[in-house]
């Protein structure tokens, strides 16, 4: 299946699991957007949905994956015999997203459960063997023999010989 959609002034043509590169939206990355502005459904065993009243709850749901910025373009202006010289710089900002779902009635897609992997416990306990023999105090520190952690003596101050 797949959906036309229009973003940021241009058209996308899109299916599941794309990848793609729109002008920049305001949601944080990791977010997910939906873009009800869909103007074609295909790809199904009916013919395209291309009528407005068809695509009226139509929505494609996408994640943002980041936000990246392209190549910088130089715009250069001169006026010649005149000493008129400018060059500015421009970097378009540009959020990737990718296509999650598209759903011709507005519906979200069912959430995938990814299993997570197992952690190792083995590796855990070690750990906390090791944090158990550091004193975590001066106090303790100093019953233990470790001396002063800053390596300076509280005493009198006056340290001249």
Not at 10 to 26: A, F, G, P, T
Not at 105 to 118: I, K
Request: glycine share 10%; charged share 25%; proline share 6%.
């Amino acid at each position: 299946m797949f959906a036309v959609i229009r973003t940021g002034g241009k058209q996308y043509r899109v299916s599941q699991n794309d990848r793609i590169r729109v002008e920049r939206l305001s949601a944080p990355a990791g977010s997910t957007v939906t873009l009800d502005d869909v103007l074609m459904v295909g790809g199904t065993a009916d013919a395209p949905l291309v009528q407005r009243s068809a695509l009226a709850d139509a929505a494609v749901f996408a994640e943002v994956v980041g936000h990246v910025r392209t190549d910088k373009i130089l715009v250069f202006k001169k006026k010649r015999r005149q000493k008129y010289r400018r060059l500015k710089g421009h970097r378009q900002g540009l959020t990737e997203l990718a296509i999650t779902g598209i759903s011709p009635t507005g519906e979200a897609p069912a959430a995938v459960a990814e299993p997570e992997p197992a952690e190792a416990t083995s590796t855990a306990a070690p750990e906390a063997a090791a944090d158990a023999e550091v004193p975590t105090t001066v106090e303790s520190a100093e019953a233990t023999g470790g001396g002063d952690p800053a390596g300076t003596s509280a005493g009198s101050g006056d340290n001249k010989e």
